[in-house]
């Protein structure tokens, strides 16, 4: 099992109506949909690409996908650069 506190891995965690994922200074937030309740587990880490378990309030568990590099470019950051040594990703609060 992954620590929050092993180097590498970054940290995905549902705030409020957000979500939030931090690795070292770099925080992203932004809004996932009505129904989300928590992330459960991250099943694939692919450099920026998210396949997550998560608890809905109407769909029970499901799987969502989330593009991190597509939230970086947009954001004007370099996704490879910023990305490059993330090992995995944990849930937080889960």
């Not at 070292?24 to 880490?45: C, P, Q, R, S």
Request: proline share 1%.
């Amino acid at each position: 099992m992954v620590t929050m506190t092993e180097t590498g891995y970054a940290k995905l965690r549902t705030h409020g109506r957000y979500t939030q994922f931090a690795y070292n200074d770099m925080v992203i937030t932004f809004m996932h949909g009505k129904d989300h309740i928590k992330y459960l587990a991250v099943k694939e880490w692919d450099e920026g690409y998210l396949v997550v378990e998560c608890l809905g309030r109407i769909k029970g568990e499901y799987e969502e996908y989330i593009d991190l590099s597509y939230i970086l470019e947009n954001l004007y950051m370099d996704p490879e650069e910023s990305l490059r040594d993330i090992k995995g990703v944990v849930i937080e609060n889960a």
